[in-house]
């Protein structure tokens, strides 16, 4: 069973700050993915990796960075973080090249104050 | 670029009831067609997939059906309970996931 854990499920920092968000999956999946969900407008991916080191931008990269040291773990950064970025960040983890199907971890709730 | 348009936003029937949540999408290459339902404090988990070599498929009370001429598939749920109350996304991929706005579906016991 596919298990995708991200840090933390509620978080609450300031405008200005440096965040980071976690996720770690235990099936040892090539692909992950950060996603914003936001209401009325669906998912939104923002980077995905297909490799360790690797990475490529989404469809709303500005304003966030991420890395991915280890094949396990996906980090969501946001480097200065504003209000506009209040949101519900979740990731996902899928095996190998071509379409089939995403794993999502639960969601991290942002507020930035 | 790719755009898929998800309706209705909001969705409410009653225990026993049908439920069709329509999608279409832009991108002519689109070839891979998921459903997930996302319940409370959980994230999104698959329910249903259908590939663009088939026009129809089922499995139990959920259906899925493609229209690719049209660039259009729908989620039929039937004989709604309670449980099935979430929020349903469809997606679409030509090699990029892209997915619709949401649709979320409240089954009245």
């Known amino acids: 069973d596919v298990k995708v854990t991200q840090s933390s499920r509620y978080l609450v920092k300031r405008t200005g700050e440096k965040v980071f968000l976690e996720c770690v999956q235990d099936m040892d999946h090539e692909n992950m993915f950060w996603y914003r969900q936001d209401p009325g407008l669906g998912l939104r991916l923002i980077y995905f990796?297909?490799?360790?080191?690797?990475?490529e931008k989404g469809d709303i990269p500005e304003g966030y960075s991420v890395s991915r040291e280890k094949k396990e773990r996906f980090s969501l950064i946001l480097e200065s973080a504003s209000t506009n970025q209040t949101s519900m960040y979740l990731c996902?983890?899928?095996?190998?090249?071509?379409?089939?199907?995403?794993?999502f971890g639960p969601g991290t709730r942002l507020t930035v104050t | 670029g790719e755009n898929v348009e998800q309706h209705p936003s909001t969705l409410s029937v009653q225990e026993g009831d049908s439920a069709v949540i329509k999608c279409t999408y832009s991108?002519?290459?689109?070839?891979?067609f998921p459903w997930y339902k996302q319940e409370l404090g959980k994230g999104p988990q698959l329910i249903i997939d259908?590939?663009?070599?088939?026009g129809e498929k089922k499995d139990q009370r959920i259906a899925v059906t493609l229209n690719k001429t049209a660039k259009h598939f729908s989620l039929h749920i039937t004989e709604t309970q309670p449980e099935d109350s979430a929020v349903y996304f469809c997606a679409a991929s030509s090699g990029k996931l892209i997915f619709g706005q949401g649709t979320e579906l409240s089954v009245k016991p």
């Open positions: 991108d002519s290459a689109s070839n891979y």
């Open positions: 990796s297909y490799d360790v080191k690797m990475k």
């Open positions: 996902a983890t899928k095996d190998g090249t071509g379409d089939y199907e995403q794993y």
């Open positions: 259908i590939r663009s070599n088939v």
